[in-house]
């Protein structure tokens, strides 16, 4: 058999990569940070030129630039213009010196898609969204929120951090519309997105550990967050109130902890999604001592899982337990805030054709939150593919290969290709 045929299919493949690399090596140079990694604040003049270098690309081969009112950028062929279709992107800024493929990948991936999809005659645009990092502005998505039209006046107050200037008056800095970001109403361009499909680094490290380039996403966890929890009990000398007078608050949120824990691997051996995590303990710092027992402990908590009977029932475990280790112990539990969101379950369809596609076919869940979720939040399907990347993200050290970028890019369009069929 001749191998041309095959030569002919692998040319496009080596362009695509090739135009990969250059745009992610690019956004790098555009936004590296001089005490590492990358930054690239939402709406800022760093965001908004690796948007301007991705729209240069897209329109070197063909496709048209379109900028909606609150900046997100919109690619797409000549003569789909108002037409109802798919979108596929992710979003553009980064945290604080982050790694250059959180999000870029997936902005990168929507374009290749949609070059792929403007020869083969598919409606599909990309989309290079805007502010999906919650560091900027206090909150996840948004970007995708502003298309949506659903901030508030006291979102639209909220200073950057770096900047202290509100997130109306960067959006207006920007040749952009606050009033259509809170205006209730969606903006036309996310009205005609029949379905959106974003490829993301995972950014843990499951599929490094299964030696796999790429998954499915099934649904994104939903989580309880308390993130100033307290525990009060009684100051005392370490070396002379014996255990039984104590009121130790340190081992009271210990032992909450321990149980949790418990419950955490309990639920995996049945099956059940769960994720716990307490990222901060804090006894006083001012008269914390080696030989003091604390007087109070401030503590957050993290629970996630994609199922929301799951949810409720931590709700309950932990309101019982707080209840019985506080009168054991003599302490009083105060959780604070509670922090909520809704697990999301992403298109099934969707989730089984990129599986179907994949070298290895694999599903699993996000434990982080995504523009998709958002999509999904809001009515319209949306599906993702995960690529494997080393070392974790929000860090200079992210690592993805280019060769797991592009199996990624396969699966995803394969589902785009079997879903406008």
């Not at 380039?213 to 370490?238: D, K, L, W, Y």
């Not at 419950?263 to 901060?280: F, I, K, N, P, Y």
């Amino acid at each position: 058999m001749s191998s041309l045929p095959a030569r002919r299919q692998a040319a496009p493949a080596i362009e695509e990569a090739a135009l990969a690399q250059r745009l992610l090596d690019g956004f790098r140079r555009l936004s590296a940070d001089p005490a590492g990694g990358v930054t690239r604040p939402a709406w800022s003049p760093q965001e908004t030129a690796c948007h301007a270098m991705l729209a240069e690309a897209g329109e070197a081969h063909g496709l048209r630039r379109h900028v909606d009112a609150v900046g997100n950028l919109w690619l797409a062929p000549p003569g789909l213009d108002d037409r109802p279709a798919m979108a596929s992107g992710s979003h553009l800024d980064s945290v604080p010196q982050g790694g250059n493929y959180d999000g870029a990948a997936g902005a990168v991936a929507g374009l290749v898609c949609a070059l792929r999809a403007a020869r083969d005659g598919l409606p599909l645009r990309a989309v290079a969204l805007r502010g999906e990092e919650s560091p900027w502005f206090g909150a996840p998505y948004v970007g995708s929120r502003a298309a949506f039209g659903a901030l508030d006046a006291a979102e639209l107050a909220t200073p950057r951090r770096d900047s202290g200037r509100s997130l109306a008056d960067h959006l207006a800095a920007e040749g952009f519309s606050p009033a259509a970001a809170g205006a209730g109403v969606p903006l036309p361009e996310v009205q005609r997105t029949t379905m959106f499909w974003e490829l993301h680094i995972e950014q843990g490290p499951v599929l490094v550990d299964r030696e796999l380039p790429a998954a499915a996403v099934g649904a994104v966890r939903g989580h309880i967050r308390f993130p100033r929890a307290r525990c009060t009990g009684e100051a005392g000398h370490s070396g002379v109130v014996p255990r039984h007078l104590r009121r130790d608050p340190a081992m009271a949120v210990s032992e909450l902890l321990m149980d949790l824990d418990g419950l955490w691997a309990r639920s995996l051996q049945e099956g059940v999604d769960l994720v716990v995590t307490a990222g901060m303990m804090a006894t006083e710092a001012e008269v914390s001592a080696p030989t003091r027992i604390p007087g109070e402990l401030i503590f957050s908590l993290d629970i996630r899982s994609a199922d929301a009977a799951t949810l409720d029932g931590m709700r309950s475990f932990l309101a019982r337990r707080c209840s019985d280790i506080g009168r054991a112990r003599g302490v009083t539990f105060d959780l604070g805030r509670r922090v909520e969101a809704a697990p999301i379950l992403l298109d099934e369809d969707g989730r089984l054709a990129i599986e179907a596609a994949l070298p290895e076919p694999h599903s699993m869940v996000s434990g982080a939150g995504h523009d998709a979720a958002e999509f999904a939040r809001r009515g319209i399907p949306a599906a993702m593919v995960f690529v494997r990347n080393r070392h974790g993200s929000h860090n200079p050290r992210e690592a993805m290969e280019i060769a797991d970028l592009m199996h990624g890019i396969e699966a995803l369009y394969a589902a785009i290709r079997a879903r406008a069929g």
